[in-house]
């Protein structure tokens, strides 16, 4: 299970003030602050099976490693707060992130389900994310948590959009640390909570273009 918070940050000045905030230099996890380039690629039928069935399929790029990725059960957001079932897949091909082949899941009961909706049909890439993240793991105590700052952009055939938000995903631990980290974080920066992942915002902006058309 994947449970994160997201917020917005105003510009990407406040994500340096934010990494030099004493709490968090307090908990952070010495040598665990490192960048990586990150290039998402989503895919769907043609249909939109998956996305009517509330799967998400990912392949993304994390410098040198590809990983595949499917999330279901989505919880409707609430102050930020983002709770989905995940799976996460290490592939050795890079062709997958054209090509991506859904038997990576089979041994899985979501990745039966996966197959079930699909049908044979074929997948294809409905939009992209590029983005240099930024993350550290933390450790208050009682739960581990990375916090990462993502810049970039969302890539779709109608059009872009920015990237400047901030996660603060739970490794281990109690989910209510996340909320109280959060609630921290935006009381003290103004980040404003984003109950859009990447991916919905895509979405929204390739409907919002459809219908336009």
Known sequence: MEIEMKMVLPDK????RIWEDPYLSKIEEQGTREAVYMEAAYFDTEEGDLGRSDITFRVRKEGPKVIATLKWNG???VGGLHIREEINVPVDDPICFIQPDPELFRESEAGQQLLKVLNGKEVHSILEIHFLRTR????????????SVDTGEILTDYG??????MEIELFSG???DVKKMGSY?????GLVPE?????ARG????QKNQSQN
């Open 75 to 77: 919880k409707a957001p």
């Open 203 to 206: 979405l929204a902006l390739i």
């Open 13 to 16: 000045s406040v994500a340096e």
């Open 174 to 176: 109690d989910p209510e």
């Open 185 to 189: 974080l935006a009381n003290t920066y």
């Open 160 to 165: 872009t959009a920015p990237i400047c938000e």
């Open 195 to 199: 109950d859009r992942s990447k991916y």
């Open 136 to 147: 550290e793991r933390v450790d208050n105590g009682t739960s581990i948590c990375e916090i």
